[in-house]
């Protein structure tokens, strides 16, 4: 998948987890394709999950984002879309145009949870390809 344009640091990744974000990314291809553009977030979503599991992986849905502010944990009400393998940080999107601020909520995602690496999958695209943006947790 050579194809896949990558925003990333040049932090290297574990083989483990490039392998584990390809059959993620598989599996949203195979949503994509079976699905199309123009479905609400909630119905890509419900697939995915079903898609991922079908693949044996496990996913956590709306895991709880706690804010540490000044040594105190806020729980502020933000939620994981997914959680894959307790490793990569799903964030779905069905939009025009992923924006600056998507990729943002997914880095500060990455940070609150300590996680290594996620992926911004937007399904509002023609070809899912141009719809995936990946991120690593750099700090």
Same mark, same amino acid.
């Given at each position: 998948?050579?194809? /896949? ?25 195979? !949503? ?30 709306? !895991?709880?984002?706690? %804010? ?23 964030? /779905? ?26 992926? /911004? ?10 719809? %995936?943006?990946?991120? %690593?947790?750099?700090?």
């Amino acid at each position: 998948m050579a194809w /896949l344009a990558l925003s990333v640091a040049t932090m290297p990744v574990p083989p483990s987890i490039n392998a584990l974000t390809w059959r993620i990314i598989e599996c949203a291809i195979a !949503v994509h394709r079976a699905l199309g553009p123009g479905l609400l977030e909630s119905a890509y979503l419900a697939c995915l999950i079903a898609e991922l599991r079908h693949a044996g992986l496990r996913v956590d849905v709306g !895991v709880k984002v706690p %804010i540490v502010y000044r040594g105190l944990q806020l729980n502020c009400g933000y939620k994981l879309d997914l959680l894959v393998e307790g490793t990569v940080v799903l964030e /779905l999107k069905t939009v025009d145009t992923v924006l600056p601020v998507h990729e943002a909520q997914l880095v500060t995602y990455l940070k609150l949870t300590q996680k290594p690496i996620g992926l /911004l999958l937007n399904f509002n695209v023609v070809m899912l390809k141009n719809g %995936i943006v990946r991120k %690593i947790n750099s700090v």
